[in-house]
T-cell receptor, first 111, second 113 residues
Framework: TQLLEQSPQFLSIQEGENLTVYCNSS?????LQWYRQEPGEGPVLLVT?????EVKKLKRLTFQFGDARKDSSLHITAAQPGDTGLYLC???????????FGTGTSLTVIP | NAGVMQNPRHLVRRRGQEARLRCSPM?????VYWYRQLPEEGLKFMVY????????ESGMPKERFSAEFPKEGPSILRIQQVVRGDSAAYFC???????????FGAGSRLTVL
């Protein structure tokens, strides 16, 4: 069973459109991270959220941690081809150092 | 300040051979994690190590797989008697003790013929 489920699994949109990616679980996380991975490379950290209800912005990307710290969303405004990649959420449980990764959302932005 | 270094980047093995994947963490990082990734999928946790200790190996298959992080040198993920199902990308990440940020290497892609 997968601890973190992401939706949608695949997303193909036109340049300039907005999109939201969801990361859901029945578990409570002490922190949650979003990563972006390009083909042939390792994931690169985008953001870490630790407080329920927290919202962080990174240019055109907005990240939100659910109030109960069980879910998170990533919203991209005016998507660009450079946003293409695999977006992964990852959560840490309690004080443990193990990070559980979501199933991933593969985003393609068409010029 | 070099990042997490993994080698080899690509490895081809025939069924029954051994595969050894190496990971040098970022300078100052004493925690190493190994993850496995299949195409278009997320990362599956395998093992978490600190220097000379395995902290959590709950994601490691019980047979053929082992990992170590010696006092000196890189962390090594060893797969004995490889089978075609072992073909995947294996990623290493490191972190500072107690931190909640992972820095990933570029991965090692294992192909079993």
């Amino acid at each position: 069973t997968q601890l973190l489920e992401q939706s949608p699994q695949f997303l193909s949109i036109q340049e300039g459109e907005n999109l939201t990616v969801y990361c859901n679980s029945s578990s409570v996380f002490s922190s949650l991270q979003w990563y972006r991975q390009e083909p042939g490379e390792g994931p690169v950290l985008l953001v870490t959220v630790v407080t329920g209800g927290e919202v962080k912005k990174l240019k055109r990307l907005t990240f939100q941690f659910g109030d109960a710290r069980k879910d998170s969303s990533l919203h991209i405004t005016a998507a660009q081809p450079g946003d293409t990649g695999l977006y992964l959420c990852a959560g840490a449980l309690g004080t443990g150092n193990q990070f559980y990764f979501g199933t991933g959302t593969s985003l393609t932005v068409i010029p | 300040n070099a990042g997490v270094m993994q080698n080899p980047r690509h490895l081809v093995r025939r069924r029954g051979q051994e595969a050894r994947l190496r990971c040098s963490p970022m300078k100052g990082h004493s925690h190493v994690y190994w993850y496995r990734q299949l195409p278009e999928e997320g990362l599956k946790f395998m093992v978490y190590l600190q220097k000379e200790n395995i902290i959590d190996e709950s994601g490691m298959p019980k047979e053929r797989f082992s990992a170590e992080f010696p006092k000196e040198g890189p962390s090594i993920l060893r797969i004995q008697q490889v089978v075609r199902g072992d073909s995947a990308a294996y990623f290493c990440a490191s972190s500072v003790s107690g931190a909640n940020v992972l820095t990933f290497g570029a991965g090692s892609r294992l192909t079993v013929l």
